[in-house]
């Protein structure tokens, strides 16, 4: 079993704190990570019984009741919202910690609802799918030490073939090792049962039927700028049946989107997001990519590689005791930068992405003009490709092997 990076983070969150919530995306490994949790005295439910489901909605409070030195699992607790005013109740009662693990895929309802019910009592853990790091045994540490100005010299399997191979496989647990045949259809299963059941618990959408195209049309963008007239264009219809539409895949864990860079939170009102696959699997299997045309297509291997960084990027962020938040920049000049990250001091990583394995200085232009004009503090610039070596390019700027992700 691989262990995943974010089990650290449970464990010390249930030393402290009364409730943890872990959340994301289906089939992504949450109810596996609770379980690998070292509770000494465990009750385990699931809201997927229909009977438990019934029971729990009936009688929240007398559901939810424990002992002391007891810890209380609930999986998928967002199909019964009423257990969270409940669990308020009894923590109210109680600072023990420890007292209620919590997982499920969040809705828009459940988010509202625990914010109103458990604020200041409950820590949220998102698991996203699996990073090459875990896969590989590694500790998160490449955002740390690119802070640092440390990386491997050397990395194998880091290939253009190597990363588009990785982006097809996605980081789904169930479905990595299966055949490309086998996998598309998990893959397609997987957003069809998304759309049929869950939905109806995330936003009031009346057009279920029209998801299908809107995810085929998002996870074509993804890592690609768009505005919501774009997506009403295509798919006719209203700006705020489109935003609907967007949050709600948001909720579901489809997409997710990272905000446009600014000087301060005021600048960056009306500056456009961009949106990414949260599982690169989803696109190659998703839109039916094949694995060659991708490699020889510069826009497509572009698209998947770029979304496949992000997905790295934001594994490593979220599994950090550090803080850090992701963006990307693009000015009125077209100067681009694919991700920003920012660390708890205010320096800044600035991440290119590219997708072939030469790189020469004119890759590095737009990080040098953002570092000559904009960054205040320690600037860091990287070009991520598809080589082994890692090679310096001046004072505070490298290429680093795509794989430096996951080595």
């Known amino acids: 079993m691989i262990e995943r990076w974010q089990l650290k983070e449970l464990v010390e969150s249930m030393r402290y704190r009364r409730v943890v919530h872990i ?3 289906r089939q992504s490994g949450k109810t596996t990570l609770a379980a690998c949790a070292p509770l000494a005295n465990v009750r385990r439910y699931t809201m997927d019984d229909d009977n438990l489901r019934d029971t729990a909605a009936d009688n929240p409070i007398e559901f939810t009741a ?24 009894h923590v ?16 828009l309802e459940f988010m ?37 100005r440390e990386f491997p010299q050397l990395v194998k399997n880091s290939g253009k073939r190597d990363i588009i191979r ?10 990595m090792d299966f055949p490309d045949g086998i996998r598309r259809e998990w893959f397609e299963d997987y957003v069809q049962t998304l759309i049929a059941r869950d939905v109806k618990n995330v936003a009031q959408i009346r057009k279920v039927a029209a998801l299908g195209d809107i995810v085929r049309w998002l996870l074509a963008r993804s890592s690609k700028l768009w505005t919501m007239d774009d997506l009403c264009s295509s798919a006719q219809i209203t700006k705020e049946t489109a935003a609907n539409y967007v949050c709600a895949l948001e909720a579901l864990y489809i997409i997710d989107k990272v905000p446009a860079w600014n000087k301060t939170d005021y600048d960056r009102i009306g500056k456009s997001p961009k949106y990414f696959a949260s599982d690169t699997g989803l696109i190659a299997n ?8 991708t490699f020889l297509n510069g826009d497509l291997s572009g698209k998947i590689v770029e979304s496949w960084v992000y997905h790295e990027i934001s594994v490593i962020a979220d599994s950090c005791r550090s803080r850090y ?6 000015d009125k000049d077209k ?27 004119e890759d590095f232009k737009h990080l040098r003009w953002f570092a000559d004009n904009l960054a205040k503090g320690r600037f860091t610039g990287i070009v991520l490709y598809a080589g082994e070596d890692t090679l310096p390019f001046g004072d505070g700027f490298y290429a680093v092997p795509l794989a430096a992700l996951g080595a």
């Open 325 to 330: 938040s992701i963006s990307h920049y693009r």
């Open 66 to 89: 424990r002992h002391s030195g007891e810890t209380m699992v609930i999986d998928e607790v967002q199909k019964v919202p009423e257990l969270l005013n409940a669990v308020k109740l």
């Open 286 to 293: 998703i839109l039916d990519w094949d694995e060659e045309e």
């Open 23 to 25: 959340t994301g995306a």
């Open 335 to 361: 100067r681009e930068i694919d991700f920003l990250v920012t660390n708890a001091r205010g320096e800044l990583l600035g991440l290119e992405v590219k997708a072939g394995g030469r790189v020469g200085k």
């Open 92 to 107: 109210d009662k109680s600072t023990e910690r420890g007292q209620y693990l919590l997982t499920g895929s969040s809705s």
């Open 166 to 175: 990785l982006a097809f496989k996605g980081g789904f647990p169930e479905s």
């Open 112 to 148: 509202r609802k625990s914010a109103d019910s458990l604020a200041g009592r409950m820590h949220t853990i998102r698991l996203r799918t699996l990073a090459l790091g875990e896969i590989n045994g590694k500790a998160p540490t490449f955002l740390d030490n690119a802070f640092k």
